[in-house]
């Protein structure tokens, strides 16, 4: 039904080794402009302020979930099996576009900016874009189709299991991709033997017992490459910076009729109503070549964010006692307005998460005996590790003197 | 004071890159023919019967096991200072020799066989040996040097925990190398960051904070190598084969004057007096030359057991429940003598033990306040891992019908 | 028409992640005592003497020459589509079972042996052998087909090229395996790469003109895995050790009536008329047990090269000039019988042989213009390294005082 | 003499494990904004546009050349004992800081700027900048000491050799760094025996003759990386567009006054006396944003070219015959103005240059007799490919219709 190349397009990978590209529609996808800008998205944000070489963007994180959804359906026991093409084809596109919407260091971003990042994947999907167009002209019911699976909504639900729960094709790529490129191990899992461990029983992947192992493996490396990665304190301290930043130009910007002439590149932040246009020109190019603007502008505290950022001046930090008030610590930035000096994060993750309100998400084990248990039930370790006193972590952050 | 090689002598390795020698104790100690036998002993038994590339020898992990001390001293922050050339080169030592005494397919023979390993080990080491006799040359009193770390009564505590801990060289290199060579990915950890996180205090090694995560990584490594790799239930098989096989053989050759001189390689198998001789002539190519006698002996247990070990006709097996008698289990070998054919094992492990009579087992945490606090104490993962519910594995081996 | 596995097994292997088995026969021929025997033959002879990792064995090459002749089958554009399942199976097990016939340390062996390994293979498969007998009963036809292709003599050509060629599974399976056990990188080449560039045209396997530069790299990683490893001067010295004892083995035995009851593991090595049963019992556990009785036995000679082959006291050796005489050397040996002392051996390898009067065994490419051309004719550096002067070493081996 | 830190810096690094850092200055560079502007400079310019995760930056590259300069200090035998605190401190300098000068894309940019990069390195170390200012501070000489040794002038050869020779640090990184990040194998080659194979002779670095092999392994890494990454006809079309785009702003600048207000990102690009300033400002980040400018300006062609730079429509190519002429190719561009949509680019490379007039240029070997030869006289492998008829392949770059 679905258009196939002619001959299988491959693209080099580190982590698969190849991506292989079979259907017109995918290749399409992967030309069109939206999807080109994922290379101006770093993945990890400010991660590589610590790690120097995680420079990788979201361009090869979106590649890389297809790459596992396309294998998932070549090598899960039963999986295509189950699936007509056009769901197959329907979730190999959701996990190519499900990053679209994302823009410049989200994380920060998101704290600031009105719009979700979520939303505006399922805009440029089913709005005037040039992904809307491709997939419309594949088959006028595939934007709405993909945009489903995103958006937690289509009738299979096998399909959101595959691109969204706790063993998902997005975090599995992320995990091996994002170690890949910190040059750290601890995300590394055993990938082929995952898939080889997952089967279809009754609409839904469960986990083999015997692969349990493989599961635990793989609920460790996350945890580890949380608290390794994604919660090192530097990287949150240079994240906290944009933060602020961001903060302050939004105050800035509201009393400043001339600001959007000015900024061009800044003038859309804060509009409920950016339009897709908006978002494409919204990168991290932009952002950054506005912050070389910043640097030279006449409002000091814009300018001294904007050159701590660029120069990588990063803020210090101390932890953050839970019965402690913000006015005990205001002594560390006393020569700064602490509205634009003073932060205070909280990071905390629970390596697997037992209780969910979504089915969907959970991960569910086949014993021998053909019962379908929740992991928890089964797992010695992910019990021990899920009921654990929850590791916590508040740091506040400023500038060093 | 100790002699140094010209040149420092390299050995590749793929677990280290290189295994550096610099010190000619170590490189004769490495061509003595009592270090050469350990190539005629399999690392890890018949686990080869499930992973078939793990076919390497004690000989390698030695010589991983010297470089890792050899790395340690090396990087680990204060270590080389607070020791002499003499405790220095004794630690090295004890590193390289520490499995000099391993019998083939070790944890089946030992079931069966009076001597345990780490008594020949001493033996060799003190006793008329190429290696006693390089060693007394270096120094008169380096034999017993090295055989009281070996035998946990060196006054230096440190020397004991960097080769026979928790933490310690012997580990280190079993995960990665038998990760390696399996081909599992389970075992790996980052060595690096380990040794980096070491640190001497009060003439004890302990972990700096900072790499709380690393060492948990490391002890994950352990856990999972033992469910996936050493607790394998087609190895234990196997092992249980040769515990078998080796019980009759003992009743057997009780009974029959002429054993000896019909088995010379089993001759000596059950005498508490075994000589260093002896010792040296029992490895696993004589062992696998006895069987191939066995498999056309006239008693039919030993022929059929030789048989199938050889073929690699391996047992079956099934859970055995806890509150379970042996009679609920005779069917199983039915048409056998169940003396000879029905064995139970139990395997099960603890990855990280918290209390310990001795406390140069313990891991410690150096704090970000210099408090010395112990690893379980500190670190959310090992408390709930320590803590869980023990995982046991019973099993019932029997011929398959 | 041939049955399938239930579930496709698999065997965890570090080169190719798994050994994949879908066939019956396939699994049945693994697990026959003619192919577990492969477990006792090392892959590289006495190689592990320099590089002391290389103890892996016939068995993982075995396995891992199947498995790429099945990724083959899998990923080579064109290639199952123009091969009946017949054919398909057919050189599937003509790479899985090609080694059967090795001997012990087999190139120092067969230096002495009348009975090459060639020809052991074709009978174990042809003759009465548990092999024979799984084969027979999947097709009547299957051994004689299997064994063609062994032999160079199947009608259709492609099936030796797959297994036997300048660039077949054999070779790409060892050179990656003995890279990886060796700890050596020399040996690596991409894989995958390769596979993606080859294609069947007229029943012929060429090489796209785009992926020369794999082709090119594999070429160098043979080159060099010869002079780092396969020529290494210490395992060709422990070969030469090898090949006199069995001539000094040969000679004596010739004169000693009694000496196949003493030595029934040097009873039949050379009997032309050697039966299979005599082969099975030759490997290399009943050969080292035959040294350690060698050590022991009251032949001068044989004693001494026992005791230096057990105890790793290798021969020495210098180069040998092209115009040299033996008897210009013969004082290294002054002490010795120069016929068990004295080993010269030669050592040359062509990288890529660019005439061969077999066009099967020929690499050919083919080009943008759909011309087939052979690959000399097309690569600079294939040409370069092929009129290259041939590296030779010659090497006189010599006890060392 | 020189500052150490109160404890060893480590950054985890993919490549290195670790760069490690010991010297104040060191790190102070590292902090220096032109030191973190490397950052925002691709590597391989838009080679990333081909293998899409070669993302990674010059900054890590940097860090690299400086680690292995330090591996070299550390390990090559007989190095550091030749040199004092102040040569070992200047060469670890400039290896560190050798590629301070790049601007954007350099390959591009290079063919239009009068400025070249190499140039400007020297400027950033010599004259007013954070750099020049920590290395002053360290001691008065250090900035010019660092500079001759990156303009070829110091007096100490050896220096010059480690950091820009055939068989530099700098190429040692960039061949594994480049190879890691866009996944390909070509690039590998063993480190850690090039370094063990160097020795100090005469105050020259050369090769032993053992390690001959790796040497050659290493050069044909490099030819193989030269046309398999670097010269790739996809990245070298970016290229040809990228510099048909700075022709163009060129030709547009000079005939409009307002241009350096309108676009100031570019306004300093052809001045010969561009400030240490402007050339700060100039990156990647600056680039890009102004071609989302002229993605919306009115000259056509910039539009045109921007724009697709943007939404990667990259140009096509064909192979240029020797004899051709460029009317011969008009037609591929009918549609355009030939002067900026027809690009002739010419890609050659020789792996080893046998000849050169800087002797500091060479690769020496040392024989066994003690003599040094020329590389090129001692390898076939060498000889056979540099005397190879040169591989070269010009190709002509057009719009795809």
């Known amino acids: 039904m679905f258009d196939r190349l002619d001959e299988q397009k491959v693209m080099r990978d580190p982590i698969h080794q190849y991506i292989h590209v079979d259907y017109k529609v995918i290749w399409d996808c992967i030309g069109a402009r939206e999807f080109q800008r994922l290379r101006r998205i770093h993945q990890l944000g400010g991660t590589f302020q610590v790690y120097h070489t995680a420079e990788h963007s979201r361009f090869g994180h979106s590649l890389g979930v297809y790459e596992i959804v396309r294998r998932m359906l070549d090598e899960v026991n039963g999986l295509s099996a189950r699936l007509t093409e056009y769901d197959q084809l329907t979730v190999l596109l959701a996990g190519l576009l499900h990053d679209l919407g994302h823009g410049p260091f989200s994380h920060s971003f998101e704290y600031i900016v009105r719009v979700k990042h979520e939303e505006m994947t399922l805009r440029i999907i089913l709005e005037d874009s040039e992904i809307n167009s491709i997939l419309s002209k594949a088959d006028k019911g595939l934007p709405a189709a993909v945009a489903a699976v995103i958006d937690h909504r289509h009738p299979n639900a096998l399909l959101e299991q595959m691109v969204s729960s706790q063993l998902d094709a997005d975090r599995m790529d992320y995990l091996l991709r994002d170690a890949y490129f910190t040059g750290t191990s601890y995300g590394e899992f055993d990938l082929e033997r995952v898939l080889r461990t997952l089967k279809v029983v009754d609409q839904q992947l469960v986990v083999k017992e015997t692969g349990i192992h493989t599961i635990e493996d793989y609920i460790m490396a996350r945890y580890h490459m949380y608290w390794q990665v994604y919660y090192h304190p530097v990287a949150r301290a240079f994240e906290a910076m944009l933060v602020l ?157």
């Open 245 to 401: 930043l961001f903060k302050r130009i939004r105050d800035v910007a509201t009393d400043d009729p001339l600001w959007n002439s000015k900024f061009p590149m800044f003038a859309r932040l804060f509009d409920s109503d950016m339009s897709l246009d908006d978002h494409f020109s919204l990168d991290e190019y932009s952002c950054m070549y506005g912050l070389y603007q910043l640097a030279k502008y006449d409002d000091p505290i814009l300018r001294d964010l904007a050159t701590r950022i660029i120069d990588r001046n990063i803020f210090g930090y101390i932890d953050v006692k839970s019965d402690a008030k913000i006015e005990d610590y205001l002594s560390y930035a006393q020569h700064y307005p602490s509205a634009y000096y003073l932060y205070i994060d909280s990071a905390n993750q629970q390596p697997y998460k037992p209780y969910s309100n979504n089915n969907k998400q959970n991960i569910y084990v086949l014993g021998a005996d053909n019962e379908i248990r929740r992991l928890i039930d089964v797992s010695n370790i992910v019990q021990a590790i899920s009921y654990a006193k929850n590791k916590e972590d508040v740091k506040l952050f400023f500038p060093k003197v």
